[in-house]
């Protein structure tokens, strides 16, 4: 793929299920300069006084050149393009910790996402099962005729099982070795009960932690079972050597899965995000699912490097990528209390919990990526608009 044009900006998004896509051609310069662009199935070529850009299609993506219509030039972004396209379903399959539809085969092993530290080495799981939805003791209870024989039963997995939930699952590690151990609390002033004195008795703290890194993994539920987050464990069969994963890249993998399984499966679209402290973070609404992204940036010199960021923000670069492509609010600071309180009431939009560090760290990506889009694209009515790819 050929180097793009100096401060030339070629961005394509193409909604595979509607066969058709949104062309922005940058403007290279302030007030504009001769352009001369040349649209083929597989391919774009702009040329301009100060060089050429050529932009490569995907194979399962061909565009129909003569059904460019809705031309038009909207101040900041450039030449805008609407096309008919011809585009293969998206077989892309995301990050995911299990098959859940057959047995683990052979022994896992679990590693801190972030640095690669093991957390449990040669696991053998022989069940891998999705926990039910948080409501569902509420179902058996309403059409059971009799009593519900799980009540005050919380599902805690053996010694040899796997729970997934939306955004975590559940291992028991009564038989390892190493277990990560949870820090302690400072002591507090238990209230006496009609059976009991006044006392003081240390109340733990059930954060899981990695040795190494100090990142957060999880929570201890109880003194078999440990609740670890998604975001934060990569699980590979021990006999393969362990590779890292770019933060970015892994975060956006996660939660687009999450968005994706959840609205196929609830059919709802709103979610929160929110903390292990409870506190929401972010209100995202999922727009699509199927969209592919096909951008070159030019030699975009507004862009800073974050460690966090590094595998995004490569400037001088042309790449296709499959997104999610979801509305979003920050909750942060007190704002948008009135929306979050209004969203949190509403039954119909689900939360997700992660570590409060990884919810900062996914609004970051989002108004990084926010910030790439052309300046027309960049919100929606009070939302903003953001690409997670997968």
């Known amino acids: 793929m050929a180097a793009p044009a100096a401060g030339t900006h070629v961005f394509l998004e193409v909604r595979r299920r509607l066969q058709s896509a949104l062309l922005i051609l940058g403007e290279p310069k302030e007030g504009g300069m001769p352009m001369d662009i040349s649209l083929a199935p597989s391919s774009l070529q702009v040329k301009t006084p100060e060089g050429c850009t050529e ?36 077989n892309t399959k995301l990050i995911s910790m299990f098959n859940q539809s ?102 733990a703290n ?15 539920m109880s003194s078999e079972t440990t609740k670890f987050f998604i975001t934060e464990i990569i ?16 975060v956006q993998n996660v939660i687009a899965q999450c968005l994706v399984e959840l609205s196929s499966a609830r059919s709802t679209f709103r979610f929160t995000i929110q903390g292990h402290d ?5 209100l995202l609404w999922l727009l699509n699912s199927d969209s592919l992204v096909i951008e070159s940036l ?3 010199k507004s862009i800073k490097k974050f460690p966090l ?34 969203w949190e009431s509403d039954i119909s939009i689900h939360s997700l919990t992660l570590p409060s560090a990884t919810c900062l760290e996914l609004l970051l990506i989002l108004s990084r990526n926010n910030a790439m889009l052309p300046p027309s694209l960049r919100s929606v009515n009070s939302f903003q608009v953001a690409f997670l790819k997968m």
């Not at 595998?311 to 909750?331: E, G």
């Open 55 to 90: 932009l490569r299609f995907p194979a399962e993506v061909r565009l129909v050149p003569s059904s460019c219509r809705g031309l038009q030039y909207v101040p900041g972004d450039g030449l805008h393009l609407r096309l008919q396209v011809r585009a293969e379903p998206d």
């Open 102 to 203: 057959s047995q683990a085969q052979g022994c896992c092993t679990f590693y801190c996402q972030s640095c690669g530290e093991v957390v449990i080495r040669d696991r053998k799981l022989l069940r891998v099962l999705p926990l039910p939805s948080e409501n569902w003791g509420a179902l058996v209870e309403e059409w059971c005729c009799h009593p519900d024989p799980f009540a005050n039963k919380p599902l805690h997995p053996q010694e040899h099982d796997c729970f997934i939930g939306d955004s975590f699952f559940l291992v028991n590690l009564r038989s390892d070795l190493w277990q990560p151990r949870p820090e302690l609390a400072p002591v507090e002033t238990q209230c006496p009960s009609s059976e009991s004195h006044f006392k003081l008795k240390p109340k």
């Open 206 to 220: 059930t954060k899981v932690i990695c040795k190494r890194c100090k990142v957060m993994l999880g929570e201890t």
């Open 235 to 250: 699980i590979q069969p021990s006999e393969r050597n362990f590779s890292i994963v770019p933060r970015s890249q892994f």
């Open 278 to 282: 409870g506190k929401v973070y972010i």
């Open 298 to 300: 030019g030699s975009s």
């Open 309 to 342: 960021l590094e595998d995004i923000l490569k400037a001088d670069s042309s790449s296709a990528w499959n997104a999610v492509k979801v509305l979003y609010q920050p909750c942060i600071k007190n704002r948008n209390e009135k929306l979050s309180s209004a």
